[in-house]
């Protein structure tokens, strides 16, 4: 695969200074040093799978010498999985503008339970803490989950806390209805305007009586 600096850093939402692009190649000599042991997609049942993000990278120069992007070759079971497989998760551009640790890792989470499920997924608060392996005390971790529920910084999801008759607290977290969705000649009571038959691109609905972001909701217990 080969790229400028400046196509990598302006795909993900970052900065082209000078700085940002050495914090590039910082990056890229992490995922080369990182390894990966793992049995997913091996022919073999229970066989491990060992290699790098990157196998490889280097800066190229024209004939001239002058700079011409950056070179990287990526692992065969990762090339295989991408592109010969197409086994991708993918994620909102707007990903790439969360900036926080614990945010871009609860999308990924989010991305890969809830997906486009209309009832969402619900996940309790101390198995998150566990599953996240964040070295913060559950208290801390507990206090910026619940930041983050106010703040609703996701993508495509809205969060919100539940609360358990037994007290037991859980993040629910469901699809925000898309903006846009054609509509098949049936327009809901409640709204002002006539929306035409066939029409694409709209954004007429009857509002959803539903909790606002951000608040609790008392559920049953979860069996």
């Not at 000599?29 to 022919?43: A, E, G, K, V, Y």
């Not at 989010?110 to 209309?118: D, I, L, M, N, P």
Request: proline residues 6%; charged residues 25%.
């Amino acid at each position: 695969m080969a790229a400028t600096p400046y196509e990598i850093l302006t795909f993900v939402g970052r900065g082209t200074s000078m700085r940002d692009y050495q914090r590039l190649k910082a990056a890229l000599d992490r995922l080369q040093s990182t390894t990966i042991s793992t049995s997913i997609r091996q022919p073999s049942e229970g066989r491990r799978h060992r290699f790098s993000w990157i196998n490889e990278w280097q800066e190229r120069t024209d004939h001239q010498g002058r700079p011409d992007g950056i070179e990287l070759i990526v692992p065969d079971w990762f090339y295989r999985a991408v592109l010969d497989d197409g086994l991708v998760l993918t994620i909102d551009r707007a990903y790439f503008g969360l900036t926080g640790g614990l945010d871009r890792w609860l999308y990924r989470l989010v991305r890969k339970h809830g997906g486009r499920q209309r009832r969402g997924w619900r996940f309790d608060f101390r198995h998150l803490h566990q599953k996240s392996g964040s070295l913060s005390p559950y208290k801390r971790f507990a206090f910026e989950l619940r930041h983050i529920i106010r703040r609703q910084p996701l993508p495509g999801y809205s969060l919100f806390l539940e609360v358990e008759a037994g007290g037991r607290t859980l993040l629910a977290f469901e699809p925000t209805p898309a903006c846009g969705k054609p509509v098949d000649g049936v327009v809901l009571s409640g709204t002002h305007t006539i929306v035409p038959s066939g029409t694409r691109g709209s954004c007429y609905r009857e509002p959803e009586c539903r909790p606002k972001r951000g608040t609790k909701r008392q559920i049953a217990p979860v069996t």
